[in-house]
Nanobody, 126 residues
Framework: QERLVESGGGLVQAGGSLRLSCAAS????????MAWFRQAPGKEREFVAA????????YYADSVKGRFTISRDNAKKTVSLQMNSLKPEDTAVYYC????????????????????WGQGTQVTQR
């Protein structure tokens, strides 16, 4: 069973930057797809970015493309999300999640396809 712990959230000025990290542990971690989702108050949880552990392909929501970058550190079993040019609509709780390494491309943005979730970290753009 995977265990995920997010960190790096906080209060940031308009147009500022934050870097989120997700530390993971688990027997099959290196074969997982890992993703970031976010949820603002009163809204549904939405896809932000994902990365294939095998192959390293990345995927982004249109709303963050060009501003956010997802990356991985295989040795540390860590996935990061570099967030630049932050906007008010980026304010949310950000969650790290893992899914099957070979999950179909058409499902990679679907939160129902992810099996394990972290506790979340708050990002607030003021």
């Amino acid at each position: 069973q995977e265990r995920l712990v997010e960190s790096g959230g906080g209060l940031v000025q308009a147009g500022g930057s934050l870097r989120l990290s997700c530390a993971a542990s688990g027997r099959t971690f290196n074969s997982y797809t890992m993703a970031w989702f976010r949820q603002a108050p009163g809204k549904e949880r939405e896809f932000v970015a994902a990365i294939r552990w095998i192959g390293g392909s990345t995927y982004y929501a249109d709303s963050v493309k060009g501003r956010f970058t997802i990356s991985r550190d295989n040795a540390k079993k860590t996935v990061s999300l570099q967030m630049n040019s932050l906007k008010p609509e980026d304010t949310a709780v950000y969650y790290c999640a893992t899914g099957a390494g070979n999950m179909p491309l058409l499902t990679i943005r679907d939160r129902q396809k992810y099996d394990y979730w972290g506790q979340g970290t708050q990002v607030t753009q003021r």
